[in-house]
Every structure is written in structure tokens, then in C-alpha cells.
Nanobody, 115 residues
Framework: QVQLVESGGGLVQPGGPLRLSCVTS????????LSWYRQATGKQREFVAVITRGGGTNYADSVKGRFTIPRDNAVNTVYLQMNSLKPEDTAIYYC?????????WGQGTQVTVSS
């Protein structure tokens, strides 16, 4: 069973930081890519960031320079460090992994950027 558990969402003012966490099993963490996606109300889910097993990263253009996707091997956790948040970053954020052609998702965590 693939489990991805997100946490850390909340309300933040524009320009502020927020860090999301995604905890998974050691097996998943060590063998597969881990990604963050987001879905705003009325919009399609979109890619945000990915980290490979080797630590390589890639980001959507809309978040480059503001978001990073660090990980902590000791606790099987990948983070989404979000800085300089904008109202348009408001969305539900999901952790994702792909295994043998199947996509697995966490339950999501709401991020609201508003003054």
C-alpha cells in the first residue's frame, strides 16, 4: 500500500513563507520520484516540483526561484518550501509518486494566500 501524507497547509499573508511536508514509507522514498502538484478552485491540477532518487529537482516556471523541494532521508519526508507566496499560489497541494505507470496521491493540504 502506497501512503503519502501531507501536512503544513494554512493561511499565510502575501510575501510570506510556508513549508509543506509529505511523509511516505522508506521503500517509496528511496526508490521513486516524489512530486508536488496543486489544484486551485475551478482549475486543473498542475505540476509544481519534483525530486528524483538522486536528488535532482525540477520546478514549474511559475514557482522557480520561490519554491524548493528539499528532503530529509532520516524521516522519509519531502518538503515544499514556499517563499514569497502570492495569492495565485492558493490551492490544494498534493504529494504524488508514480510506480509502474500508476499514479498515487496524498489527501492534499490547503494553502491560502491572503491578507
Amino acid at each position: 500500500q502506497v501512503q503519502l501524507v501531507e501536512s503544513g497547509g494554512g493561511l499565510v499573508q502575501p510575501g510570506g513563507p510556508l513549508r509543506l511536508s509529505c511523509v511516505t514509507s522508506r521503500n517509496i522514498f528511496s526508490r521513486y520520484f516524489l512530486s508536488w502538484y496543486r489544484q486551485a478552485t475551478g482549475k486543473q491540477r498542475e505540476f509544481v516540483a519534483v525530486i528524483t532518487r538522486g536528488g535532482g529537482t525540477n520546478y514549474a516556471d511559475s514557482v522557480k526561484g520561490r519554491f524548493t523541494i528539499p528532503r530529509d532521508n532520516a524521516v522519509n519526508t519531502v518538503y515544499l518550501q514556499m517563499n514569497s507566496l502570492k495569492p495565485e499560489d492558493t490551492a490544494i497541494y498534493y504529494c504524488n509518486t508514480e510506480i509502474s505507470g500508476s499514479s498515487y496521491w496524498g489527501q492534499g493540504t490547503q494553502v491560502t494566500v491572503s491578507s
